[in-house]
């Protein structure tokens, strides 16, 4: 079935880095967009950023901007979070979700069960 | 950035009586393509968001008819004609019209 499943996550050390994985299954994988998508512990929603089907467009969000970066390598269906110089304020759960587009403008329609990124000292 | 506001912040409602979900957002989501770019998803305890609505009022495959969205520019609505206990969550609205996407900071809803 279609289905997004994320990895990486963990309790790591303030200023440390991260690479977070979302591995995609069930469908076309290179034809859609992906988005990151943040959840602080309870709290709302808040967009990191998207990737085209092809890897060559990428936007963040301005919190994350210049500390994350986007990739996916089509060719194992997977996508990849960077994260660098990370702060408590990153600690959250990371979904990954597939637009329904090629892009980014048409609403998630499949999203990954999350993984919990703790970052602590 | 679009700021998108949810109200109330929480519902209680009674198994079988309607609910009506408000979202505003601080600009047009009307683009020059003629589409609406509003979303509504449905976070249940302990899950991952889904999708309910998307471009304001067509219901995602699967979700019961008993949800529907309404609205236009900034003011949009979602309703539940009669709720029912798997309905329990935290519903948020999206605009998808320019980025950063938002999110409304959620409606949480109950059953009494």
């Known amino acids: 079935q279609v289905q997004l499943v994320e990895s990486g996550g963990g309790v790591v050390q303030p200023g440390t880095s991260l690479r977070l994985s979302c591995a995609a299954s069930?469908?076309?994988?290179?034809?859609?967009?992906i988005h990151w998508v943040r959840q602080a512990p309870g709290k709302g929603l808040e967009w990191v950023a998207i990737i085209w089907y092809d890897g060559n467009n990428k936007y963040y969000a301005d919190s994350v901007k210049g500390r994350f970066t986007i990739s996916r390598d089509n060719s194992k269906n997977t996508l990849y979070l960077q994260i660098n110089s990370l702060r408590a304020e990153d600690t959250a759960v990371y979904y990954c979700a597939r637009d329904r587009s090629s892009a980014w403008r048409y609403g998630m329609d499949v999203w990954g069960q999350g993984t919990t990124v703790i970052v602590s000292s | 950035d679009i700021v998108m506001t949810q109200t109330p912040l929480s519902l209680s409602v009674t198994p079988g009586q309607p609910a009506s979900l408000s979202c505003k957002s601080s600009?047009?989501?009307?683009?020059?393509?003629?589409?609406?770019?509003l979303y509504w998803y449905l976070q249940k305890p302990g899950l991952s968001p889904q999708l309910l609505i998307y471009?304001?009022?067509n219901r995602f495959s699967g979700v019961p008819d008993r949800f529907s969205g309404s609205g236009s520019g900034t003011d949009f609505t979602l309703k539940i004609s009669r709720v029912e206990a798997e309905d329990v969550g935290v519903y948020y609205c999206?605009?998808?019209?320019?980025?950063?996407?938002?999110f409304g900071g959620g409606t949480k809803v109950e059953i009494k």
């Open positions: 999206m605009q998808s019209i320019q980025l950063p996407l938002t």
């Open positions: 069930g469908f076309s994988f290179s034809s859609y967009g």
């Open positions: 600009q047009s989501l009307l683009h020059s393509d003629g589409k609406t770019y």
């Open positions: 471009d304001v009022s």
